[in-house]
C-alpha cells in the first residue's frame, strides 16, 4: 500500500474553506491560494503539479465520488473535455469573474451598494447576511467576498453534480484553472523550443 503525503489530505482544505466561508465570507478571501497557486505552479515550474497533486478540490471529489462510492463512475461525454468546451466554460468562467470584479469596482467606488447574497449558478440569489456584519471591512472587501465565494461555490456544485454523473474527478476535464495551466505550460514549452 502506498504511504499517505501530507498533500494527499488537501480535500480537508476545500471542506474548511467553505465551513469558514458559511460562518464569515471574509475567509472567501483564502480561495485565492487556490486561484493564483495553480498560476504560479505553472508560470515559474512549468507544469500542472497543482492540478496532479495539491487541488483539494479534485481530491475531494476523488474521496467522496471514489471511496464514499457516490460516483456513478460512467464515462463522461467527449464533448466535456473537447478543446472547443473547455475554451468556451473558460471564457465563461472568465466573464463571470471579470464581472464580479467589475461589481467590486462599482461598490469601492461608492456606485453601488454591498450585495449580502451568494450567487448560485451564477443566476440563483441567496441571502448570505449571517456571515458578515456591516462596516467590519471596507465595503469593496466584503462584496469581492461574496462575489468570490459564489464563484467557488457554484464551480463546486458543477464538480459535485458531473461527479456523481460520471467519474469523480469529471470536473478536473473541463476546469477553468487546469485550462490556463495547460495554456500556459504549452506556452513555456514552446520558449524551450526556440
Known amino acids: 500500500m502506498k504511504s499517505k503525503r501530507w498533500y494527499d489530505y488537501l ?25 493564483l497557486l495553480p ?41 466535456l473535455s473537447s478543446k472547443w ?12 469573474f471579470g464581472n464580479m470584479i467589475f461589481q467590486t469596482c462599482l461598490v469601492a467606488a461608492g456606485a453601488k451598494n454591498l ?17 458578515y456584519q456591516a462596516g467590519t471591512v471596507a465595503d469593496w472587501i466584503a462584496q469581492f467576498s461574496f462575489g468570490f465565494y459564489s464563484i467557488m461555490l457554484t464551480s463546486t456544485i458543477i464538480g459535485l453534480v458531473v461527479m456523481v454523473l460520471f467519474k469523480p474527478r469529471t470536473w478536473c476535464t473541463f476546469c477553468p484553472m487546469g485550462t490556463m495551466t ?13
Open 115 to 131: 450585495t449580502e447574497a451568494i450567487k448560485l449558478l451564477w443566476t440563483f440569489r441567496v441571502p448570505w447576511g449571517w456571515a
Open 11 to 35: 480535500w480537508i482544505w476545500s471542506i474548511l474553506y467553505f465551513a469558514l466561508g458559511f460562518f464569515n465570507i471574509l475567509f472567501a478571501w483564502l480561495g485565492l491560494i487556490d486561484f
Open 39 to 79: 498560476l504560479f505552479i505553472a508560470i515559474f515550474r512549468g507544469n500542472k503539479a497543482f492540478c496532479n497533486k495539491y487541488c483539494g478540490r479534485g481530491q475531494l471529489f476523488q474521496q467522496i465520488g471514489g471511496r464514499l462510492k457516490c460516483s456513478r463512475n460512467a464515462k463522461s461525454p467527449s464533448f
Open 85 to 96: 468546451f473547455r475554451y468556451g466554460f473558460l471564457i465563461f468562467f472568465l466573464a463571470m
Open 182 to 194: 495547460q495554456m500556459i505550460c504549452k506556452l513555456k514549452a514552446k520558449e524551450k523550443i526556440w
